[in-house]
């Protein structure tokens, strides 16, 4: 059994990497004005909510882990599973920044945002059921109305990619607003047993 501190620190390298991933994207312009930078606005606005997203995860993340009790095979490998569908954050981001929240880069973008909130789900459901619905994590989680509001609008959003781009911008933009409102379920819960 693998200790939950090395979970915890391979997430968090993992995370760390695909900020710095996203962030080198930012090329530096050419001119010395800020018109200069009016090209840059798309690539620099996609890192924002991109960037937005990865801290969500990694604050979630992090609550979820300090909920766990133990760590076993299954967790390991739905929490590999999350990571990877971050990973794939970064070309994304890039893309949808680097053509002006096209069609195809937006549903590539949602496609990757509602695969990471599936992989959180069930990385959250494989905690629950090695510990428990009676554990700290069951207990916070409930009914969990916010992950599954999440799922719904990243598939109307990438639905709507295809009659207006940027209109699914806006709905991923209003789901990341919606979790950046701190969620105290699993901290509660914590406070409570402690």
């Known amino acids: ?21 996203m962030v080198l994207e930012l090329k530096v312009p050419a001119g010395d004005d800020l018109t ?6 798309p690539v620099f606005l996609s890192y924002v909510l991109s960037f937005a997203y ?7 993340h992090h609550h979820m882990l ?13 929490n590999l599973n999350l990571l990877f569908w971050l990973s794939l954050l970064p070309f994304a981001t890039a ?10 880069p ?20 494989v905690i629950i059921r090695a510990e428990g619905e009676s554990s700290t994590l069951g207990r916070a989680v409930g009914r969990d ?20 781009p940027v209109a699914s911008q806006m709905i991923y933009a209003r789901v990341a607003f919606l ?3 701190p969620d105290r379920r699993i901290e509660t819960h914590l406070q409570k047993n402690s």
């Open 95 to 104: 893309w949808v920044g680097k053509n002006h929240f096209a069609r195809m």
């Open 66 to 78: 300090h909920a766990c009790k133990r760590v076993t095979g299954g967790v390991l490998l739905a």
């Open 145 to 164: 109305w916010k992950g599954k509001a999440s799922l719904l609008a990243y598939t109307i959003a990438i639905a709507v990619t295809f009659v207006s």
């Open 106 to 125: 937006g549903v590539l973008y949602g496609s990757i945002l509602l695969a990471s909130a599936l992989a959180y789900w069930i990385l959250q459901q």
């Open 1 to 21: 059994m693998i200790g939950k501190s090395r979970i915890e620190a391979f997430s968090d390298g993992v995370l760390a990497i695909i900020i710095t991933i």
């Open 36 to 41: 200069a930078l009016m090209p840059l606005l």
């Open 54 to 60: 990865v801290g969500i995860y990694w604050n979630n």
């Open 179 to 181: 979790w950046l409102i």
